[in-house]
């Protein structure tokens, strides 16, 4: 049981590069997360998704997509990165509105 | 003003003292309380959660909670210096119970 998997751990781009991030949960739960987390902002919501085939805006969306590919997997995506988008990214997962679980986070670095 | 507040700190208490830890939050009608914490370069982990008014306890930790005055409040006691991270307070919003809004976070020093 790995709980929450987060790939790739470390990443470096230049801007106007695009990425995706992976996030997979073996809990069955229904509700996942992206966070980001930059110094002094504490943790900020991209984007969730309460249930397979739904995902709604959070706190800071603008420059990311993502997709819930089913009930495993929930993936981000920046199609042109920006050094702005420069921060430790953070995917978590819940099986209701308790206890998140995060997975061990994405340093991304955009030049 | 932001929806969920927290000295940034460092709380520098030493080893063996009672380190207490506060957040506020503006929204009334939130239910669910949280306490994670972090280790420099790791992701959070929740160590509490509480949703009615009152303490609730677990080993050397106890959150308080106070909706009239909008506080929650997490005590470590017997703090160590293993205790020493952030500790990020989470509430849940009542508009939307599917997700979490956390404070900055505070940072605390437990030194021997």
């Known amino acids: 049981n790995a709980g929450v998997t987060q790939t790739p751990k470390f990443q470096v781009l230049k801007t106007g590069q695009s990425m995706t991030l992976q996030c997979a949960q073996d809990?069955?739960?229904?509700?996942m997360y992206w966070y980001r987390q930059d110094p002094g902002m504490g943790l900020r919501l991209i984007y969730y998704?309460?249930?397979?085939?739904?995902?709604d805006k959070g706190e800071v969306p603008n420059g990311y997509n993502v997709s819930r590919l089913n009930k495993r997997e929930f993936s981000l995506r920046l199609e042109s990165a920006a050094p702005s988008q420069t921060s430790v990214y953070f995917c978590?997962?819940?099986?209701?509105?308790?206890?998140?679980?995060f997975g061990p986070g994405t340093r991304l670095t955009v030049l | 003003q932001k929806e969920v507040e927290q000295n940034s700190g460092p709380l520098s208490v030493p080893e063996g003292a009672i380190a207490s830890l506060n957040c506020t939050y503006s929204?009334?009608?939130?239910?669910?309380f949280f306490w994670y914490r972090q280790y420099s370069g790791k992701s959070p982990e929740l160590i509490m959660s509480?949703?009615?008014?009152g303490d609730k306890e677990d080993g050397r930790f106890t959150a308080q909670l106070n909706k009239a005055s909008q506080y929650v409040s997490l005590l470590i006691r017997d703090s160590q210096p293993s205790d020493s991270a952030t500790y990020l307070c989470?509430?849940?919003?009542?508009?939307?119970?599917?997700?979490?809004?956390f404070g900055t976070g505070t940072r605390l020093q437990v030194f021997p």
């Open positions: 978590a997962s819940s099986s209701s509105t308790d206890t998140q679980y």
């Open positions: 809990m069955n739960h229904n509700s």
């Open positions: 998704s309460a249930s397979e085939g739904t995902t």
């Open positions: 929204d009334r009608g939130s239910q669910s």
């Open positions: 509480i949703y009615s008014n």
């Open positions: 989470a509430v849940t919003p009542p508009n939307n119970t599917d997700k979490l809004i």
